[in-house]
């Protein structure tokens, strides 16, 4: 029943529709068909070749960082990169009230030629509120690191469960490079470009803090409890808190995304869970906090 459904009724065809269909068929491709006259619409087989059609950019920026990206800006993160021989510095803008505070800091010989620009021309080049101090810079990106490259000197390393703001991020490699977590293991998805807007919030630590990006963030934390770490997942829930845990040499801090926290197969590959001891009715904090804190106690065993 359902392919008559599709079949043509043949009672309602006109008749000229019945005098076209009674006449014998054209053969494009013999020799005999008419050629196109001048002024005829080309027909589908004389048509030009269209162009095809762009390709549409994918999701996750795997099509490269974009051109915003590329550029770093703010004295602590273009100075830290100019110092990181794993950059390739490209181009410098300068405005004066920046090349004089250079000056001033004793930072004026640089490893390329600076040009010079106005503050607006630089705010052309860079998100929009972008407070870039009258200095960007243009440079290659970061090297990519596998899990062990990155962790391979680590005594403690940082494990970022899809947190996906960039200031946020940012603000975390600041407290690891300031507590000495030399590593951070980060999923491929679901997380922030390593641009301008985090390299800025993270003043400077975006050099100096090894980043593993992972495809299966469970395969990693596995990867890692070989290479020896103990890994304790951050959850208000816990019943631990983190000052009374007995914690072996090498310690991975596991922190959730803002307000999901934990996702159920990370939690479940922790060795073990703790909270951040609290007073009060309010007892969460935001997820670059929780990690200041439990990253600076951390620190304090090793003291």
Known sequence: MQRRLHEPEWRNISAPMSRRKQSPKQNRHDSTSRRPREGDSPSRDHRPDRP???????????????QEENWLYGFHAVLAALENPARTPKRLLLTKNASAELHRQG??????TPEPASGEEIASLLPPGAVHQGIALHASPLPDYDLP???EDARCAV???QVTDPHNFGAILRSAAVFGATALVTTARHSPPLGGVL???ASGALEKVKIARVPNLARAMEELQELGFELVGL??????????????????LVLGAEGAGLRRLTREHCDLLAKLPASGDMRSLNVSNAAAVALYELFRRTL
Request: hydrophobic content about 35%; overall charge neutral.
């Open 235 to 252: 959850d208000g829930d816990a019943d631990a808190t983190l000052p009374a845990l007995d914690l072996g040499e090498r310690v991975g």
């Open 149 to 151: 490259d990155a962790c």
């Open 52 to 66: 095809a059609p762009p390709k549409r950019r994918q999701r996750g920026g795997s099509q490269g960082p974009s």
């Open 159 to 161: 494990i970022l469960d």
């Open 107 to 112: 930072r004026a010989a640089l490893p390329l």
């Open 199 to 201: 390299a800025k919030a």
